[in-house]
């Protein structure tokens, strides 16, 4: 974990060689910026903070990073209790809420509306807004949004008999085609589904289905139903239809950039990772999830917000510019060309000067840019046990794949052992 | 050293020695107050709270924790796993190492050489080398399954399905540990004086087994005893492998001890429950050490 806040930089000598100008004595408000995963943001932060910096000379931006999201949130859930928080922090969506739950995020619609009396004159519509309303009220801003695409191999598509330029939209299609991709032979692998890792990509099953994953008041299970059901039985045809090897991610991805897989589903995030991984050894092709209900269905959205955490008027004020800029058009029109990530301000979404030329060069980002009329927040569970509901249902879903429950038993022991971690209310 | 003997001269002592003894031992001391007693006690006073990250408070809870510990599925897996993980990497390595080591020092050439290749895994970083065998084992690019598939036979999915899990992962945990071992009973060995296996050649123990037997066995036994705890800790402590490989699954397949206690203190900001684990955690490591030096008192004598 790399820790660089002022307080260290001024204290340490050592790290003062790296930071001289925090030695010059200037009338300048000093901000620490937390965010995490610098493999995949770190140019796109770098270039904002560049482009930032012309506009604010008078602010002095820190970044500290941290490796992924779950050290991200430790480290404030940490400072939080020392009292050494940063003042500006991007964690993923999903761990907003305890956050805001804690009473560490603060509510940014004031200041959002001291701007524009109508966030969506400035970009902030509704939608957006939407994917940092945690808590119950506006605890983020989104920074950089991902749904979930199909990514296929268009050689091994065709070898199966199946056209690349007309891929199936429907999971029955899908799982066909799949299934001979699977009998190809040589070691060849239909497909995989990212079940693992955490409750994402079934949450794009189920809310594909028009489901929830609670209840509206948030008291009882959502997918105890058929929705829930249809979902888990998708998993169940994935493994007997579509050939789906038990894998962890990973290797699935390397199976996958390696030609050995005929398609995987997973976050748009990564379209520039598989495109590197892929480089010449097949034709690698994007498109849209399968759509299961075309009226109702709706996908996740994954990705970053800011929250603010500065108490102190003068860094809380600077702070709260950067953070307008990194979600302004400019600073996400930035933000996509260096990580691949949506943006989330509708006027670089809309007007072509921003990002227009980039997705003319880049095809395989637009996938994802074509579902985002009907992409949804991702859906944190509440209450202390918010992580762990997570890693029940991944562990539950294990036991469809590997072939040991059928998608009944699962539902009824998941409902029952999420149930049991939801906050009890009076 | 008993205690008499240290008691002995005290009174001789002047105040400025007494103080300069003080101060020559104040960094140690210091220092093992600071990094290890704290924080210690620190968690053993959290285990019986409910803490968690980032909470304005906590309160005192007794024995809720290891009451909850108890009723914990997650934790019972953690626990029998890892009993698991021990009983085949402990014995495999300690044997393997012992049979390597006798068998460098029986040949004549490449000795260095030999002790180097399986020294090499001790040094090597393991999150790196977790990476690589991640390669090795994978299910469809893996070598190790190409080869199975060129003799016909099907590779299982080593490290993804929750059958060969824990087998894939004791694998390269006896991999780590062989080599540590086989420098130890190389050390081992090379005290044994040579003339008893002439003496024991005299006295009619002519075969190899005999000599092993009656020699060799024996006089390596201090060296076996620290050999066999150093590496049952070493074992209990699997972690690296679990966090890069496979994160505990799939379904608890392959929770251990200290993964549960990293999930539960940083995953799921229960730092409470996460330090009862830690107590559990350290009543083993201390209980193997208790073992040890009981052991060691007792009966393991060049007799």
Known sequence: MTITTRRAALATPAAMLFMPRVLRAQAQTEITVHYAQPFIYKEAYDAILAAFAKREPGIKVNYVTTPNYEEGAQLILRQAATNQLPDLSYQGFN????????????????????????????????????????????????????NPVTYYNADLVRRAGGDPDNFPTNWGDVLQLAGKIDRLGDGTEGMWF???????????????????????????????????LASLRLIDRMVKEGGMPNLSATAARQAFTAGKLGMIFQTTALVRG????????????????????????????????????????ARRDAAWKFLRFSTGPEGQALMVRNTGYLPCNQIAIDDPQYLGQFYRENPLF???????????????????????????????????????ATPEEVQRDMAAEVRRLLPRRS | MSEATLALPAPRLSAGEALAG?????????????????PTLATIALAFTDYELGAPALNWIGLENFAELLQDRGFAIALRNTILYVAIVAPTSVLGGLALAMLIEAGTRGRALFRAIFFLPVVSLPVAM????????????????????????????????????????????VWENIGFNLVLFLAGLTAIPRELYAAAEVDGAARAWDRFRLVTWPLLGPTTLFVVTITMTRAVRV?????????????????????????????????????????????????????????????????
């Open chain 1, 95 to 146: 761990r907003l809420r305890v956050f805001a739950e804690r009473g560490i995020a603060q509510d940014l619609m004031p200041l959002v509306k001291a701007e524009a009396a109508d966030p969506a004159t400035i970009g902030y519509t509704s939608n957006l807004l939407a994917l940092g309303h945690f808590g119950g009220f506006q605890s983020g801003l989104a920074f950089a949004a991902s």
């Open chain 1, 194 to 228: 990212t079940w693992n890792g955490d409750d994402w990509m079934f949450s794009a099953l189920l809310f594909g289905h028009g489901g929830r994953m609670l209840t509206e008041d948030e008291r009882d299970v959502g997918f105890a139903g058929p929705d829930g």
């Open chain 1, 274 to 313: 598989m495109k590197e991984g892929a480089g010449n050894n097949f034709a690698l092709r994007t498109t849209g999830m399968p759509v299961i209900d075309l009226a109702k269905g709706r996908l996740p959205t994954g990705g970053a917000a800011g929250m603010l955490t500065a108490k102190d008027p």
């Open chain 1, 366 to 404: 637009l996938a994802a840019v074509k579902q985002i009329p009907i992409s949804i927040p991702w859906y944190a569970f509440p209450g202390t046990n918010s992580v762990r509901v997570t890693q029940t249902m991944v562990d539950n879903i294990a036991r469809i794949v590997e072939g040991r």
């Open chain 2, 22 to 38: 003080w101060m020559l031992t104040a960094p140690a001391a210091l220092a093992f107050l600071l990094m290890l007693l704290a």
């Open chain 2, 130 to 173: 977790a990476a690589a065998w991640q390669y090795l084992l994978h299910p469809t690019i893996g070598p190790l399954n190409a080869a199975l598939r060129a003799v016909g036979v099907a590779g299982p999915n080593w490290l993804s399905s929750s059958d060969t899990v824990l087998i894939s992962l004791a694998a390269i945990g």
């Open chain 2, 239 to 303: 972690f690296d492998s679990v966090a890069v490989l496979t994160q505990g699954g799939p379904n608890k397949a392959s929770e251990v001890l200290l993964y549960a206690m990293y999930e539960e203190g940083f995953t799921y900001f229960r730092l409470g429950y996460s330090a009862a684990i830690t107590l559990v955690f350290l009543a083993i490591v201390l209980a193997l050490v208790w073992l040890q030096t009981r052991v060691m008192e007792r009966r393991i004598h060049y007799a």
